[in-house]
């Protein structure tokens, strides 16, 4: 009998100690992290500067509040997949914002028609 109730102990503790998938889950670091690899934002930006060659660009963007981040100027990559002729200083964009790897990437960007 207390052998029986140990080990349903045991296999109660090794059940909850894992994710649906039977993976552990430490802390909810694997949640957290595609959490955030989700997470976006879209905002109005201003061109500051363009690095074709490294594809980035330093953008003054509004606040991104999905990615936890006010209204600054800062550094961004810019993902294969973006029209990167669009960063020329002084435009006006709305971009899609996304953080990869601890970077944050454009996704996604066009111009902004509502900007004067």
């Known amino acids: 009998m207390i052998t029986l109730l140990a080990t349903s102990l ?17 802390h909810g670091g694997h949640a ?24 980035t660009t330093l953008l003054r963007h ?4 999905e990615l936890g981040m006010g209204a600054m100027v800062m550094p961004f990559a810019i993902d294969d997949g973006v029209d990167i002729a669009l ?20 996704i996604a960007a066009e111009v902004d028609e509502s900007a004067g």
């Open 10 to 26: 045991l296999l109660a503790t090794a059940t909850t100690a894992s994710d649906h998938h039977g993976n552990h889950d430490h």
């Open 32 to 55: 957290m992290a595609d959490a955030e690899a989700m997470a976006q934002s879209i905002v109005s930006a201003d061109v500051r500067t363009v690095d074709t060659e490294a594809r």
């Open 62 to 65: 509004e606040a991104m509040p």
């Open 87 to 106: 960063f020329q200083p002084g435009a006006a964009l709305m971009v899609t914002v996304t953080r990869r790897d601890g970077e944050l990437v454009v």
